[in-house]
């Protein structure tokens, strides 16, 4: 059961790799993530679940992404809901015609950690005019820790090389 005050987001893809990869970043991010392998799995969600955000797989069967993104936006209670399309094509005609479609934001896989949280901060956090700046977790800085006791640095720097330098 995941706190209905956190942000929820629905990911599908008939990938499973690329489905619990991205599961695990939007995790990272502070999302509660409901996969879906095919797009009738993602309208049955929509039926009980409004999400913050979708992300979408484009070559997918039965349903393609484009087709889903396409009933999502022509429902009512579902066309205000940012998809956000992924995949492998990163032709100008796709993006155009995802563009055309009305997606929020169109992401080319493999999926990079910097991308997917511009798109989310662009599409989940602009509308609520929120102060907050940075997801959760900003993937694109260095940790840096500052330690007070001389005896501790070197064992702690040694212990964290290579996770945080």
């Given amino acids: 059961m995941f706190d209905f005050a956190t942000k929820k987001a629905i990911v599908t893809d008939d990938n499973q790799a690329s489905l619990a990869y991205i599961g695990i970043l939007l995790k990272r ?3 509660a993530v409901l996969p879906a392998e095919n797009g009738f799995e993602v309208l049955r969600i929509l039926k009980v679940v409004t999400p913050d955000v979708i992300l979408v ?3 997918m069967q039965p349903i393609d992404g484009l087709t889903i993104l396409k009933e999502i936006k ?3 209670l579902t066309a205000s809901i ?3 399309i992924a995949t492998g ?3 100008r005609e796709m993006i155009k015609k995802c563009m055309k479609s009305e997606c ?3 992401l080319t896989k493999p999926v990079k950690v910097d991308k997917l949280h511009e798109a989310i901060e662009k599409c989940v956090f602009s509308s609520t005019r929120s102060n907050r700046k940075h997801l959760r977790a900003s993937f694109n800085k260095k940790c840096w820790y500052i330690i007070r006791e ?3 640095n070197s064992i702690l720097r040694t212990s964290l090389k290579g996770v945080f330098m």
């Fill in 29 to 31: 991010m502070g999302f």
């Fill in 57 to 59: 797989d484009i070559g």
């Fill in 74 to 76: 022509k429902n009512n």
């Fill in 82 to 84: 940012p998809v956000i």
């Fill in 89 to 91: 094509d990163s032709s």
């Fill in 104 to 106: 929020a934001a169109y």
């Fill in 150 to 152: 001389p005896h501790m």
